[in-house]
């Protein structure tokens, strides 16, 4: 038995990694549930509120497929079949990769949000709709999901005995490690589409840092000390999608040293568990951001509770 394998009798490992799973899961459900409320409010809706509350439902979703892989990380019990490995893996995945492409979707749209009038990104305000901003997401997250369809030849249940050649997922599924060559293909078409993904965000965030701080320099010019609602309210969205991008962009970096150290120190179970917590870490901390940050949600909050209290 390998000592990955011995994960379920660390306590205290089980309890940090349901711990982050549940408060994400909490945030997450909060932050759909404000959405939900000022789409069916005579709130005029943002360009960017349908992907928050889409990036809200994908994170809810991965924490919730994320605390059933858990459970046969840290929980002994009979284990799965082949088939259900694979799904779940394959889900586990599919969801990280649906949320990597909403949140370069909701940059981009940032970027389109901020844009002055006389750009060339502004008739695009005019023209995208939900339908084109779901469609968008579709096909990124069709080209980015593609590269793990390796996981349905790769993963594997795992046998009685162990092998060199298997890398421990959970307590039920391995993975087979490739032969030198597919390796590097593999690696090489991974790189490609991070880069292909993290190109798009940097471009986005780069225009909204540029217009940002053009914002400022003419504000600074005409010697006016307070901003109007409307563009206290586009800039302080344009500060938290980039705080959320440099933490994503940080948390890849950090997920990408971890399957690095994994590797050189033969499967160390510590560094597994911080690869679990890393992998979780930007769908858990994801909402609070938002909550903290959006005036509208807590002024939502705000009357919702002043409505309760005349009732009573």
């Not at 005029?44 to 992907?51: G, S, Y």
């Not at 929980?75 to 990280?96: A, E, N, Q, V």
């Not at 890849?252 to 160390?268: A, G, N, P, T």
Request: hydrophobic share 45%; glycine share 4%.
């Amino acid at each position: 038995m390998s000592q990955n394998r011995k994960l379920y009798t660390y306590t205290s490992f089980r309890n940090t990694a349901f711990s982050e799973i549940s408060i994400g899961i909490s945030g997450n459900s909060v932050l759909l549930l404000f959405h939900v409320l000022a789409f069916s409010s005579e709130h005029k809706p943002r360009l960017t509120d349908l992907p928050i509350g889409f990036l809200a439902v994908i994170h809810l979703l991965l924490l919730l497929v994320a605390g059933i892989i858990a459970t046969d990380i840290f929980m002994f019990h009979h284990g799965w079949d082949d088939i259900t490995c694979k799904s779940l893996l394959f889900l586990y995945r599919f969801l990280r990769g649906l949320s990597v492409c909403a949140t370069c979707l909701l940059s981009v749209l940032q970027a389109i949000t901020l844009s002055p009038r006389n750009s060339c990104l502004a008739k695009f305000k005019r023209k995208l709709s939900p339908c084109h901003n779901l469609w968008s997401l579709f096909a990124l997250c069709s080209f980015y999901s593609s590269f793990s369809t390796y996981l349905f030849i790769s993963m594997v249940k795992t046998p009685n005995v162990t092998s060199d050649h298997l890398l421990y997922m959970t307590e039920s599924c391995s993975l087979v490690h490739f032969s030198f060559p597919t390796k590097y293909i593999m690696s090489t078409l991974f790189i490609f589409r991070d880069i292909f993904v993290m190109g798009i965000m940097v471009l986005s965030s780069g225009y909204m840092l540029i217009l940002l701080c053009r914002h400022k320099k003419q504000v600074q010019h005409l010697h006016i000390t307070s901003f109007s609602p409307k563009a206290s309210a586009e800039q302080r969205a344009s500060r938290t999608i980039l705080l959320l991008l440099c933490f994503f962009v940080l948390m890849c970096i950090l997920d990408s040293f971890m399957i690095f150290s994994r590797h050189m120190f033969k499967d160390d179970p510590i560094f597994y568990f911080i690869l679990l917590l890393v992998g979780h870490s930007y769908a858990t901390v994801s909402p609070f951001v938002f909550i903290s940050t959006e005036k509208d949600i807590i002024g939502l909050f705000l009357s919702m509770c002043e409505r309760t209290v005349t009732r009573v």
